[in-house]
């Protein structure tokens, strides 16, 4: 039998397509050749409803050119640990100080009351993460800021959900999005910030800049260079594959939502990611007491199956004395397992029947 894979890019002729005639059009990087960068900013934009979107190469660059809008150096900002190192690292390339928090025990994302016993005169923003597409309660969080603290959420799993009846992409400041090939929207590698600030124009100007060696005022050949950027621009083959993706980015979503509604229903473990039409389940997790074992039996049947995250105050370069108890609980329990919109109705109802007997 073959394996059931744990993630799995939805493609078709669309992508094909796309793909060669950017193969054949020598164009190949960011910029006015094929124009499909610009083309993917645009439309994302109309998707998620924001002021502005700035398309980089990946999440972790959308969460470091974000964070370089925040004037974080020296300054605390408040994270969960449950979430891939990127977080973290975000605050890290900017000289800012991660202060982890704990998370919710039932959607697994930031707990905003943790967070209001962490705010200090040095928290300058706050970073939630929408766990698995599970949005994070941004207006609780909000509340929480004020001038002085911005808010980036970290969309990397969350591209479709919605918060308050809005997509998650219009609500916040900056709003960071992964297009790794695992995630419900996916490209080879890419990544976009997508912009709600009052102040829009300009840190469009300053992101574009910052994906691209700190150049500005470029007229034809010339252009300037007044501080510090990278090389994080999206190529064209990306962005590309972006557009054939965004066209069925509802259908797969909605894919994904039936296979929870099924799990919701099916699967008897002592705790799963709960049911919501908000969320998109890039991840959909369990906890499993005896988690090495039943990792084990699922593979010997051929399902694929994953541990996001291990808490990032728990890796050497992050490690602190601090406590974050249901963090590190559900860290030694939880299994992501297969919800990808390839999955077939016999796999779905195979995946069941396996998780219910080894739970
Ligand atoms: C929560 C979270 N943030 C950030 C990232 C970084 O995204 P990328 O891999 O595109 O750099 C990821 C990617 O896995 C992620 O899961």
């Given at each position: 039998m073959k394996q059931i894979k744990l993630f799995?890019?939805?493609?078709?002729?669309?992508?094909?397509?796309?793909?060669?005639?950017?193969?054949?059009?020598?164009?190949?990087?960011?910029?006015?050749?094929?124009?499909?960068?610009?083309?993917?900013?645009?439309?994302?934009k109309k998707f998620v409803n924001s002021k502005s979107c700035v398309s980089v190469n990946c999440g972790t660059a959308a969460l470091h050119l974000?964070?370089?809008?925040?004037?974080?150096?020296?300054?605390?900002?408040?994270?969960?640990?449950?979430?891939?190192?990127?977080?973290?690292?975000?605050?890290?390339?900017?000289?800012?100080?991660?202060?982890?928090v704990?998370?919710?025990?039932?959607?697994?994302?930031?707990?905003?009351?943790?967070?209001?016993?962490?705010?200090?005169?040095?928290?300058?923003?706050?970073?939630?993460?929408?766990?698995?597409?599970m949005p994070a309660d941004i207006k609780r969080i909000k509340k929480l800021s004020n001038s002085n603290i911005m808010i980036i959420e970290d969309a990397a799993h969350a591209c479709g959900s919605e918060f308050n009846g809005k997509k998650i992409g219009s609500h916040s400041d900056l709003v960071c999005f992964s297009?790794?090939?695992?995630?419900?929207?996916?490209?080879?590698?890419?990544?976009?910030?997508?912009?709600?600030?009052?102040?829009?124009?300009?840190?469009?100007?300053?992101?574009?800049?910052?994906?691209?060696?700190?150049?500005?005022?470029?007229?034809?050949?010339?252009?300037?260079?007044?501080?510090?950027?990278?090389?994080f621009y999206m190529n064209e083959f990306s962005a590309a594959i972006g557009l054939?993706?965004?066209?069925?980015?509802?259908?797969?979503?909605?894919?994904?939502?039936?296979?929870?509604?099924?799990?919701?229903?099916e699967l008897n473990v002592s705790r799963k990611i709960p049911f919501t039409k908000m969320c998109v389940y890039h991840l959909y997790?369990?906890?499993v007491k005896n988690r090495k074992f039943f990792r084990k039996k699922l593979l010997e049947k051929g399902i694929e199956t994953g541990t996001h995250y291990k808490p990032i105050h728990q890796m050497s370069l992050y490690k602190k004395s601090i406590k974050l108890p249901i963090t590190e609980k559900i860290a030694k329990e939880i299994v992501?397992?297969?919800?990808?919109?390839?999955?077939?109705?016999?796999?779905?109802?195979?995946?069941?029947?396996?998780?219910?007997k080894f739970s």
């Open positions: 799995d890019p939805v493609i078709d002729q669309r992508e094909v397509k796309k793909v060669v005639k950017t193969l054949k059009s020598g164009f190949w990087a960011s910029g006015s050749g094929g124009g499909q960068v610009h083309e993917f900013e645009k439309k994302f974000a964070a370089t809008l925040c004037d974080i150096k020296g300054k605390e900002v408040i994270l969960p640990s449950l979430s891939f190192v990127s977080t973290a690292h975000a605050i890290m390339y900017n000289g800012g100080t991660p202060v982890f704990d998370v919710d025990p039932h959607t697994l994302c930031i707990d905003p009351v943790e967070i209001k016993k962490k705010i200090s005169k040095r928290t300058r923003c706050i970073i939630p993460v929408h766990f698995g597409g297009f790794h090939p695992v995630k419900n929207l996916a490209m080879p590698t890419g990544g976009l910030i997508s912009i709600n600030n009052t102040n829009y124009k300009k840190m469009t100007d300053n992101l574009k800049s910052g994906r691209w060696c700190g150049i500005s005022n470029r007229k034809y050949t010339d252009y300037d260079v007044n501080k510090i950027g990278w090389n054939a993706q965004l066209e069925k980015i509802q259908k797969m979503n909605n894919k994904r939502k039936s296979i929870a509604k099924i799990y919701e229903k997790w369990i906890c992501t397992v297969p919800i990808h919109p390839n999955l077939t109705q016999s796999q779905i109802d195979y995946i069941v029947k396996i998780i219910n």
